[in-house]
């Protein structure tokens, strides 16, 4: 075994990690500490693939995409190099899934397709999208990571880019600018989203579907609709991407209450978009007290904070890089869920019975088959104001998925002969 690769693993995990354990449906979360009895937090070197010289020398304080990424990744690394022999003889990780990415020459794709391209579960990494994509597949091909990297230019390429893919992942379609909505966005992703699921149905109906594409409140239900006219829908096997949310609230919470930002989860209900982003302060981990101005003042920064960074672009676009991030942890978890980790959870926009709503975003407990368990706890003794905006946000989510639903249905009405 390679000492330097093992670093790398075992740096890239070392922190303390709080896992959340449970079984199925309606199982109620607890918080726990796991210690792998790893002496892992001594050194601050770091090595990776074989060949990256610089690598030993970077300094890192924390993980490389977040804590709850990196609890699953310690733990389904580590027991497969001690028990599986994973590595093969040249000092490689095992690196076995497919991941395709759709919009793979976007602002969210290119950073998404290189944090991929670390990974040292994936094998191949197919870049699809309408126009340039070859540019970006010769420059992500020249890293000396072993995944391979193939590009796949316009439709006549997409059935080939989906064939065996484990993990499609879908960030295709125009961002926002400032002044724009959601819901504008809705004429033109709408369509992009639709044709792209459909070929997902034909080419690869198994594989796990992140949706990144706004509105995501109505894309994942354009998405589902797909699906089941399709014959292929697997509720436990499409996500819409609501990390991003996650990511910002841990963030914007560690810094308000001057946490390590590492230890700190709250998880993110509803949609995504606006009013409908519910970041749950009250079940912050680790349990922190919240003034009422410090929620209203966090909860309002969470669910503008995509306008934030739009405002800050001041029209080349929205989230590009903290969204590569979030999209790549999400990509993390389901491949190490695929890999038989059972301790993966991750927040996501997802066909749900937790209310009334089709579609909702909680922390979800991940699986080989997908989404295995609601984490129905996090619904549990919320206060006034979080229940106040649980109701409030419901109307909107609503619509969004009605809008949905309906768009599919409209077009295959106007597509049949008559
Ligand atoms: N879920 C979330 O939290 C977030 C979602 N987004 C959304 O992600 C989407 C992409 O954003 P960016 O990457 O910044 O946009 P971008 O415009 O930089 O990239 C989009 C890419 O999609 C490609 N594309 C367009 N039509 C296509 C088709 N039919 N097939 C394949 N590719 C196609 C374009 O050629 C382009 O390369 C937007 O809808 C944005 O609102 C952005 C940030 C956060
Ligand atoms: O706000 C936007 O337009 C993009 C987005 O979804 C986010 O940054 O969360």
Redesign the pocket.
Known sequence: MNPCHTTAVFKMVSTAITTVSGGLVGIQASSRSKSLGLNLSSSKSFCTFRGLKAASNVQIDSAFLGKASNASLRASLVPKLEEKQVLSNQNQPRASYKVAI??A?????QPLGLLIKMSPLVSALHL?????VKVVAADLSHCNTPTQVLDFTGPSELANCLKGADVVVI??????KPGVTFDD?FDI?AG?VK??VEAVADNCPDAFILI???P?NSTVPIAAEVLKQQGVYNPKKLFG??T?DVVRANTFVAQKKQLKLIDVDVPVIGG?AGITILPLLSKTRPVVPFRDEEVEELTVRIQNA?TEVVEAKAGA????LS?AY?AARFVESSLRALDGDGDVYECTFVQSELTELPFFASRVKLGRKGVEAFISSDLEGLTNYELKALEALKPELKASIEKGVAFVHKTTATAAPA
Request: zero cysteines; aromatic letters at 2%.
């Open positions: 759709l919009g020459a976007g602002g969210i794709g699809y999208d309408i126009t340039n960030p295709a379609g125009i961002p926002r966005l992703n992009i044709t792209l990144i594409s706004n995501l991407v609501t991003l995504h995509g676009g929205s989230a590009t969204m979030a």
